[in-house]
Structures are given as structure tokens and as C-alpha cells.
């Protein structure tokens, strides 16, 4: 079977995870390579198997009959060979069914996206649902600016998935919204420290959101993640308030690391530079 579609990936995959335990890999790869990767895995794939490019930084891969075990020593050699490195620049969450019908795609595709983003924020190639999570590559922690809660505001759930999965792993607490308005609750429910937002939402807009968030007195540092990278739409966003601005599609290690910069504690008064 030749590299799907994403739609025609899940449609395979469901029908598939009917009949057959499967293990489900997402394999977070660097900018611009997700269609050479999804190439390169397919060559190396039986012909039950399924493989599509999930988004720009990420491959869905589809292991029929594989066991967990089993699953984890093919991917980990095959995503090696599409890019070595210490600390790897691969990162592959997995997640099984143990038995025909033991678990749909979506629960598969939740728990390999949490899986992912363990592995990233790790420093490691492979991380398995449910397994005690790898240690951190290296020495040293987590930023100390991570932490606390952050409001995820977007109307595509794919979006959404893949930016709540990273955030949690890194350490934060994380609030979903699908639209502007809800946005807006939820700041004044969990007053979050950082509010990520589309511009192009239902109901209210991302634009609408910036401009009542303004005026708290404690607001919310802002990130606008948006497929609108006009100048006037970056221009009067940050009019309204917006402390950064990315375009889709992005890569959720900028996005961890423009937060970082945002939240990071201002030094104390005095100090050395």
C-alpha cells in the first residue's frame, strides 16, 4: 500500500483496529521533512501496514499485528536511519491495542500524541504509552519558566491536539477552547499565565479576544498561532496586545520556546546582566 492521505489513513486504520491489534506511532520529524520521511518509512513498511503525513511535523504510522515491543525496536531503527543524531532529532510516540477492538483510533492517536511529546521534551527517540515515562537525555530539568496554566484557543482540532499534547508534556496545565468566546471564559475562570490564540475563530475572533484582554489589569501574556501571515493582520494584532505572532505551520519547539522567553522571570532589580 502506497503512502494514504490523511483521511485515507484513518479510514484504514479503523477498519484495521476492528479486526487486528495494531500499534499506532507518531513520529515527530524537523520542518520539511515530514513527506520524505513518510516516503522513506513506507519503503521500509509490510504492505498491511499504513503510513500518512499527519501534519507538517508529523507522520502517523499504522504497525498491524505488532506487538509494542516489537513495534518499538522497528520504528527506533528505521527513524534512526532518517536522521541520527545526540540528542536524536526525531522524537516517535507509540501507543497499542492488545487484542482486535481493544481500543479506537482516536484513543491510539491521544495516547501517541502524549507519548510524542514525552519523547521530545525527554531528549529521547521513543516513548511508550503507558510505560514509566524515559528519563531526560542529558543533565539538567525543565526550564523554570514552565509551569502554571495556558488557554489553547483554536477551531482545528488537529491544531489543537498537537499543541495540548506538547504543552502538558513540558509541564503546564492546559485549557481548551474552540472558539474565541470560550477563550474568553476560560481566562476568567483559570486565569491562565499565557493564552494562545488563533485569529480566524467562530463566534468571537481571535482578534476580538486580544482587544477585551487588554484591559485587565492581570492579563494573560498572548501568543497568536495563526495561517494569516499578512502584514496588516500581524501588524494590528500586535496593536491589540499580542505579545508574538506565528504562522502555520509551526513547530511546537519554537512555540515552547517563545513561551519560555515570555514567561521567563523578569531578573531582580539590580543584577548583574
Request: net charge neutral; aromatic share 4%.
Amino acid at each position: 500500500m502506497a503512502s494514504l492521505s490523511y483521511q485515507g489513513f484513518v479510514v484504514a486504520a479503523r477498519e484495521r483496529l476492528i479486526f487486528r491489534p495494531a500499534t499506532l506511532a507518531l513520529v515527530e520529524v524537523p520542518e520539511d521533512r515530514a513527506a520524505d520521511s513518510a516516503h522513506a518509512l513506507r519503503a521500509k513498511l509490510r504492505l498491511h501496514d499504513a503510513v500518512a503525513v499527519l501534519y507538517a511535523t508529523h507522520v502517523a504510522v499504522l504497525l498491524v499485528d505488532a506487538a509494542p515491543s516489537v513495534a518499538r525496536e522497528r520504528l527506533a531503527d528505521m527513524v534512526m536511519r532518517l536522521g541520527p543524531g545526540d540528542p536524536p532529532r526525531f522524537h516517535v510516540g507509540i501507543a497499542s491495542s492488545t487484542s482486535a477492538g481493544s481500543a479506537g483510533f482516536d484513543e491510539l492517536l491521544q495516547r501517541a500524541t502524549d507519548a510524542a511529546a514525552t519523547a521530545r521534551d525527554r531528549g529521547v527517540l521513543v516513548a511508550v504509552a503507558g510505560e514509566p515515562a524515559p528519563a531526560r537525555a542529558g543533565a539538567g530539568g525543565a526550564s523554570p519558566s514552565r509551569g502554571g496554566t495556558v488557554v489553547i484557543a483554536d477551531d482545528d482540532p488537529d491544531v489543537v491536539r498537537l499543541v495540548d499534547a506538547q504543552l502538558r508534556a513540558a509541564g503546564y496545565t492546559t485549557v481548551l477552547a474552540s472558539d474565541g468566546q470560550q477563550a474568553l471564559a476560560a481566562v476568567e475562570e483559570h486565569r491562565p499565565r499565557l493564552v494562545i490564540v488563533d485569529m480566524m475563530m467562530p463566534r468571537v475572533t481571535g482578534l476580538d479576544v486580544l482587544a477585551s484582554l487588554r484591559h485587565l489589569p492581570d492579563r494573560p501574556r498572548v501568543i497568536v498561532l495563526s495561517a494569516r501571515g499578512r502584514e496588516q493582520d500581524i501588524t494590528r494584532a500586535f496593536a491589540l496586545g499580542a505579545d508574538d505572532y506565528m504562522t502555520k505551520p509551526f513547530s511546537p519547539q519554537e512555540l515552547l520556546a517563545r513561551m519560555d522567553r515570555l514567561l521567563r522571570p523578569a531578573p531582580a532589580s539590580g543584577a548583574a546582566p
